[in-house]
């Protein structure tokens, strides 16, 4: 609200990387309870919150709700299996294995699509 209000906006639009609203990456639904998978959030970015990133002005980024949990989950996840030391393939390998979703217009994990999603 506050860059809007400040005249901050360029656009409003989902701007994850990997945006899977059907709609398209403009469509936002009304918060709701529950809440809807395609209603605004706000992500920290690009230092994430869980390494001690804060909302503000150069930290932020609007994405759906869905498009943020699954960057977020990938994030998560990748981040642990590279602090065991494990290559892109065999962090691939398991990914495919849990069956966490892959990125946009994958069917499965490989090593590139493991690198695109972690630094994105």
Not at 3 to 32: N, S
Not at 54 to 70: E, G, I, P, Q, S
Request: a positive charge.
């Amino acid at each position: 609200m506050k860059l809007a209000r400040d005249g901050q906006l360029i656009d409003v639009r989902c701007e994850m990387p990997q945006c899977y609203c059907f709609k398209g990456r403009k469509h936002f639904e009304p918060r709701t309870t529950p809440p809807d998978p395609w209603e605004p959030t706000a992500d920290h970015y690009p230092r994430l919150k869980m390494h001690g990133g804060c909302l503000t002005a150069d930290n932020v980024r609007l994405a759906h709700k869905l498009c943020n949990a699954r960057d977020f989950t990938w994030r998560v996840k990748i981040n642990a299996l590279l602090e065991q030391r494990m290559s892109l393939e065999q962090i691939a390998e398991r990914l495919n294995d849990e069956k966490v979703p892959t990125i946009h217009g994958a069917n499965r994990w490989t090593a590139a699509s493991v690198r695109k999603a972690f630094v994105s």
